[in-house]
């Protein structure tokens, strides 16, 4: 009887045993599923949060004119919320909020091109590819993207002066102080929207 007893009592603890790990088991697949539910769910927040809005579009002259398709979000989220018919204070317009005197500039910097009014600067095709364009002038003309990023804010003859500034610049390349607080803080919103995008979509381009 005692045996019977004792074999039975090892039969009810290697049951227990096995609840307790079949238990925790499901305790752990639960864990699990929740956290790649609130991973994907902080993703798709950060997707919504930073969108690759016309896409397409921006592939196409990021390809022509050599310039990171992260850094075109960047500036268009931080210049008009991807709203295309934005139009500020300074009479900047569109997508990349470029103004009708610097889209004089950049037609006359591509003379192939059919002529266009201020009015077209609405249009998201004409206004991201000349936004592309002024983003691979500026990045041919300064090797430091936070000076380039001034650069479409404050203008380029802003910006080589400040160069030239000692107050401004050690080396002539980097500013270590931007005098307008505007573009200061424009310039801080962008490498970091640019650095979100880098991180949410790897893009190399």
């Not at 803080?185 to 880098?198: F, G, I």
Request: charged share 20%; with cysteine.
């Amino acid at each position: 009887m005692r045996y019977i007893k004792r074999r039975t009592n090892r039969k009810l603890r290697k049951k227990r045993i096995l609840i307790v790990i079949a238990g925790l088991l499901l305790i752990t697949g639960i864990i699990v599923g929740l956290v790649s539910l609130l991973h994907k769910s902080n993703e798709q927040v950060q997707h919504a949060a930073y969108p690759q809005e016309y896409q397409e579009i921006v592939n196409q002259y990021t390809t022509q004119f050599q310039v990171e398709s992260s850094l075109v979000y960047a500036v268009m989220k931080a210049e008009s919320g991807f709203d295309p018919h934005a139009h500020s204070g300074a009479d900047a317009r569109g997508l990349m909020q470029i103004t009708p005197e610097t889209f004089d500039w950049l037609q006359w910097q591509m003379p192939d091109d059919p002529e266009y009014t201020d009015e077209d600067l609405y249009n998201p095709e004409i206004n991201i590819r000349y936004g592309c364009k002024f983003l691979s002038i500026l990045q041919g003309t300064y090797q430091n993207l936070g000076t380039c990023i001034a650069a479409y804010n404050a203008g380029m003859g802003n910006v080589n002066r400040w160069l030239s500034d000692g107050n401004y610049s050690d080396d002539g390349i980097t500013l270590k102080e931007i005098p307008y607080p505007e573009t200061k803080t424009y310039v801080q919103r962008v490498l970091s929207n640019y650095q979100q995008y880098k991180s949410l979509y790897n893009s190399q381009k």
